[in-house]
């Protein structure tokens, strides 16, 4: 399944993404707030991914892994993902990440806001949530700037480099208001 942004074009992850995606985790910046941690080697990012491309097979299909690549240059500059869950909860679950060189140019915005309207018109789902971590000011303002609401905090709960870190619980209903 493709998505096609103003500037972006959002593609399922396949092998052929194994490097490009292990360059995204292997950097400092991009893990900061991630539970993720920083891999070891090229076979650590294989298994790690290797459900993400194997969920393509379920029918239906509840996991995506999509790369970004901006369309003007072909370049791959992050990843984003939607977890669903279909049942009669109707709920996704979304993330992101970008390449550091592609932050602060709108492009996560241009992702959150692309992936919310896809779950409600595509997915059929009722709500679309995001965890981000307390301390994480970029991605806030990106969930923000979508239309999210902050509807909580979880209390250390996110493992990061040997501390428990708070997580903000952001979240956005089929009929909240949106201004795009
Ligand atoms: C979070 C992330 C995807 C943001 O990407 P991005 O493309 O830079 O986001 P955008 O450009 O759409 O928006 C960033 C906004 O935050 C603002 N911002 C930048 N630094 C900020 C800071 N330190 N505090 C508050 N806001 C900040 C920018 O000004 C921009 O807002 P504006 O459009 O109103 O000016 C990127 O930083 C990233 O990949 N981080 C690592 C992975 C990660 O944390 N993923 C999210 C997990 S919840």
Redesign the pocket.
């Known amino acids: 399944m493709e998505i096609i942004t103003e500037r972006l074009l959002l593609r399922e992850i396949t092998w052929n993404d194994l490097e490009d995606i292990h360059r995204l985790h292997s950097i400092p910046?991009?893990d900061?707030?991630?539970t993720l941690g920083i891999p070891e080697n090229l076979d650590e990012t294989r298994e790690l991914i290797r459900p993400e491309i194997e969920s393509k097979k379920a029918d239906p299909q509840n996991s995506y892994t999509w790369r970004i690549i901006l369309k003007n240059t072909g370049d791959f500059i992050?990843l984003a993902g939607m977890t669903l869950f279909r049942d009669k909860f109707r709920l996704g679950e979304m993330?992101?990440?970008?390449l550091?060189a592609?932050?602060?140019?709108?492009?996560?915005?241009?992702v959150t806001k692309n992936l919310i309207v896809v779950g409600f018109d595509k997915f059929g789902l009722h709500k679309v949530e995001?965890?981000?971590?307390t301390e994480?000011?970029?991605?806030?303002?990106?969930l923000e700037?979508a239309g999210m609401i902050r509807e909580g905090l979880r209390r250390k709960i996110l493992p990061i480099r040997g501390e428990w870190k708070d997580n903000y619980h952001y979240a956005i209903v089929e009929d909240d208001p949106r201004d795009y």
């Open positions: 910046e991009v900061e707030f991630n992050g993330y992101y990440k970008l550091p592609f932050w602060g140019k709108g492009y996560a915005t241009e995001a965890g981000v971590a994480n000011e970029r991605s806030i303002h990106v700037k």
